[in-house]
Structures are given as C-alpha cells and as structure tokens.
DNA sequence: CTAGCAACCTGAGTTCAGTTCAGTTTGACT
DNA sequence: AGTCAAACTGAACTGAACTCAGGTTGCTAG
C-alpha cells in the first residue's frame, strides 16, 4: 500500500526509487527535511549514500518530488470530488471533504508540502530540480484557480454573495492546510471532528 | 526605527546586535532562511563571519531570536487591542484588524516565522538556542490560549454558538497567518482590502 | 595621562553533511 | 557465455557553518 502511488512508469523491477521516497516522505516528515540526514534515509533502505544519487539528483530533488506527488494527488482529488456537483454549496462541501480523506502516509506528505513551501518560491540550479521545482508551482496554481472557479460559480450562481474570488479562495486553501502543521494522528481531536468544523468554517466563510 | 524593537535592555553601546537582526529579517524574509549564507548577512552589517558569533551562538539562534521577538510583538498587539472591549464580536474583529497593522519589516518577520515554525518542534542542542526556542514555543501556546479564550468567553456570553474552541482557535489562527505566505507589498491586493476580507471571513466562521 | 579590562573583532583552521568520482557488481536477455 | 544497462560502492571533494587563538578599541578608574 505504502508507496503504490510513488511508482514512475519507466522503472526498473529492482529500482529503489519507491522505496526511498517512502522512507524520506517518513523521516522529513516525521523529524522534518533539514533535521534529517540524507544518508540516514539510505541507511534506511539498505544501500550506501551514494547510491540515492542514481535516483535523485540531491535530497532537494527528492524532497520536490514528494511535495509535487502530493500536489498532484491533492488535486486529483478535489477533480474527482467536485466533478458531478451541481450545488456549489455541496460542491465546496465535497472539495472540503476530499481535502481531509487521506491515509496517514498522505498527511505525512501534506506536511511536508506546508513546512517547504518556501522552496517553491526561488530558481534552483540543477536541472531536475528546477523541473520539479516549476511542476509543483504549476499544479499550486493550478489548484489556486480550482478553487477561484468552485468560487466564482458560486458567486455568479447567486449561492454566495460576490466577494474577491482569488484573495478568498486563497484563505479558504490557507485554513484547510494549516491544519497539516498542528494535526497529530492519535492527537485529542480526530480527524474527522476537525474535518466537520473545518468544512463547517468553509462553508459559513463564503456564504451568508 | 528599523530595528527600534530589537534592542536588548543589556546591550552596549558600539553593539551591531540591532544591525545584524534587521540585515537577518531582511535576507531570511526576502530570500529564505536556507537560501541566504550567514556570511552575506556579516557583509551587509560590515563585520567579518566570526564577529557574528560574538551575538549570536549559531544562525539558528539569530533565526529563533527573530521569531521569538515577533511572536512577542504579536501577542503584545493582540492582549493591547481587545484589552478594553466587552463586546465578543468586536473583540475579534479588534484582534484581526490587530494582526494585519504591520509595517513592512514586520511583515517579513511573520513570513519567517511562518515559513520557520517547524523549527519549534524538535528540541535544540545548545543552550542558548533551546532558550529561544522554549521561549518561542511557549508565546505560541500563550497566544492560542488568547484566542481560545477570547472565544470561550464569547461562547459563554452566547455571542457565538458553543464550538470546540481550541480547535477553532488554531482554525482562525491559521487563516490570518496563512496570509503571510503569499502576501506581497505592492502585490494586486492591497493589504487593507485582504484585512477586511479575512476580517469578515473570521467573523462569520465563529458566528452564525 | 595611562593602565586595565571588557566588549568587540579577525584570519586561519576545523567539521560535517551533501555531493562527485572512478570505477565494480548484478541480473535480464540474447 | 557474453553483453549491457541498471544498480551500486568506497574514497575523495566542497562549501557553509562554526571554532580557535589571539588582536583591537575605547570606556573607566586611579
């Protein structure tokens, strides 16, 4: 189960390349992307340091990596979750809901995503880096104008009153992934009582 | 007035400790904590590498200084604009509005702070960094006490449905400081039009 | 005035994690 | 059995953060 989404296409049978995400999606997200040493990843999946360097092209290479699959998913998701629905109301209900159904390997990856995303902002030097780097940019904003258009139906529907689409599409993706930086599995709240206040909150923000 | 708040009771005269904290707040908010080399911020303030050591015990302990002061100023401006106001709704509206009165530096230091929190987590090795943080660490847990309180007591006093007010709390918390992370001086939104809109949004999260 | 002393500063050297180099091993497929 | 690309390795390199062993500055006391 565990990194059945990080498979590439074009990989060999013996690659490691699953293998290692999943063990640094683990450690930069549980002790966090600087904390941890390259090398302990390698150590993690059995092969010397070097030999990560035939998968990625440095740590950052595969920390963009894991922040772009995320991307990707997350926006899968909200496509699939908001595709049939009518009623914005529902439709903002489900993209809510689908922003909070993930396994815990996925909140994992989600708060790593929120605590780099700085890198996302500066040119890298290296070529795949730089690749991944755009990807992952492109696929923000693209999810920047999902939710603006989830918004602006709305608003020209008459279901929620007009205000700044893009600003307001912007705090609505702030408030969901805030959440990312303090939730804990196994934490005092559940995550499916914060979903509900979350979605909740979403709802009452741009209605009304 | 640039660096006004960033002196210390304790400091001496020819100190550059006010210096080297405003050239850090400019580089980390401008270019990222990683990004920038400890030894272009000696070259901005006009002092060699090693003279940095002589203020701060490391890079990190510069980076949790600047977090910890701002985390201080924050909390300061949020205890002083609802000190006086009985009203919930206009508590909360006086705590928003408090959030965004930021001038353009300490617009940047909420970006690092932002942009550094997952520093907090894990402990430090050295003394006067696991100071600072601790420190940081426990104005962060002040603060969302402020706002679970301010809550509470609206809540009590009828003023908003009964919710779970801690997680409501870090829910708002989120929203305002998410801002941080794309706000840009001079960007298409004017940061009064993106405090009245985040202003409204937080009202009507807690209310109805 | 000058002696002492703490604050302030420096160039040279160390450390360590990330990375490169120069090859060697493995195993699928002729 | 030989070939080739994928997969791997130990040893060496790099660069930025940091340490060391002192040197300079300027206030204060005598």
């Known amino acids: 189960m565990t990194g059945a989404r990080l498979v590439e296409p074009d990989e060999g049978p013996r690659s490691k390349r699953g293998a290692i995400l999943a063990a640094a999606i683990e450690y930069f997200g549980e002790t966090g992307y600087e ?13 010397g340091q070097t030999a990560l360097y035939h998968y990625f092209e440095s740590k950052a290479h595969c920390l963009l990596t894991i922040m772009r699959l995320e991307l990707q998913r997350s926006r899968d998701e909200f496509v699939e979750a908001t595709r049939d629905e009518k009623d914005p109301v529902e439709a903002l209900r489900a993209a809510v809901r689908a922003a909070f159904a993930v396994s815990e390997h996925e909140i994992l990856q989600m ?4 605590n780099n995303m700085v890198l996302l902002a500066g040119t890298r030097a290296s070529q795949r880096e730089e690749t991944e780097r755009r990807a992952a940019r492109e696929l923000v904003q693209l999810i920047e104008r999902d939710w603006t258009r989830l918004l602006t139906q ?20 702030g408030l969901i992934v805030s959440v990312w930086r303090w939730y804990r599995p196994g934490g005092p709240t559940p995550l499916d009582e914060v979903r509900d206040l979350i979605e909740g909150c979403c709802v009452r923000m741009v209605t009304e």
């Open 154 to 173: 709305g608003m020209s529907q008459g279901a929620f009153p007009v205000r700044d689409a893009h600003t307001l599409a912007l705090a609505l993706l």
């Open 111 to 114: 708060r790593i995503l929120q």
């Open 35 to 47: 904390t941890t040493k390259w090398s302990a990843v390698a150590k993690q999946v059995g092969i």
